[in-house]
T-cell receptor
Framework: GEDVEQSLFLSVREGDSSVINCTYT??????LYWYKQEPGAGLQLLTY???NMDMKQDQRLTVLLNKKDKHLSLRIADTQTGDSAIYFC???????????WGAGTKLIIKP | ETGVTQTPRHLVMGMTNKKSLKCEQH?????MYWYKQSAKKPLELMFV???????ENNSVPSRFSPECPNSSHLFLHLHTLQPEDSALYLC??????????????FGQGTRLTVV
């Protein structure tokens, strides 16, 4: 079946950039999403990118999409302690619009 | 109150108990979902309701029984659960199902522990 993979952990120093990576298998995915889950909370949509785009920037967030390699990344500039969370990558299948989720990457901020 | 609200936030139940999880959305959405979140595993979509009709049931055991009495409320009835069912159960809603670009709004989840 379709699959989305992410590393489980990423540790960065406060003030550095964080880059969270994701790979997916369905080349026809129309939309790719990044969700953020803070401790004790549900998931919140951070940003998304349509499959005909290579890059999307929104303040400190930059999403890069490499369709050829089926690779998605989320860059967070100037990482702050408030960015500590689990970041989920999800791909929307073109066939039935169902979301396929990754297992989430826990972002750990070191002082 | 706005958004997606789930109750209770925490639930501990024995394997012979019957309990229900409740979800309420005040967003005017037509679709509601139940997800299971286990540590270090992808989110598992359990059920989807669109306009109060179940449209997806992803091979979920019958000990989980959803109910959608109206477009604002969604329940998950639990009975004779197993310890491996312990997880965070997330409710979500979106404007429509299916949809090309339908953002899902999530509740805070119910942390379920089966003892």
């Amino acid at each position: 079946g379709e699959d989305v993979e992410q590393s489980l952990f990423l540790s960065v120093r406060e003030g550095d950039s964080s880059v969270i990576n994701c790979t997916y298998t369905d080349s026809s995915s129309t939309y790719l999403y990044w969700y953020k889950q803070e401790p004790g909370a549900g998931l919140q949509l951070l940003t998304y990118i349509f499959s005909n785009m290579d890059m999307k920037q929104d303040q400190r967030l930059t999403v890069l999409l490499n369709k050829k390699d089926k690779h998605l990344s989320l860059r967070i500039a100037d990482t702050q302690t408030g960015d500590s969370a689990i970041y989920f990558c999800a791909a929307k299948l073109d066939s039935n619009y169902q979301l396929i989720w990754g297992a989430g990457t826990k972002l750990i901020i070191k002082p | 109150e706005t958004g997606v609200t789930q109750t209770p936030r925490h639930l501990v139940m024995g394997m012979t108990n019957k309990k229900s999880l409740k979800c309420e959305q005040h967003l005017g959405h037509n679709a509601m979902y139940w997800y299971k979140q286990s540590a270090k595993k992808p989110l598992e979509l359990m059920f989807v309701y669109s306009l109060e009709e179940r449209v997806e049931n992803n091979s979920v055991p019958s000990r989980f029984s959803p109910e959608c009495p109206n477009s604002s409320h969604l329940f998950l009835h639990l009975h004779t659960l197993q310890p491996e069912d312990s997880a965070l159960y997330l409710c979500a809603s979106s404007q429509d199902w299916p949809g090309v670009n339908t953002e899902a709004f999530f509740g805070q989840g119910t942390r379920l522990t089966v003892v």
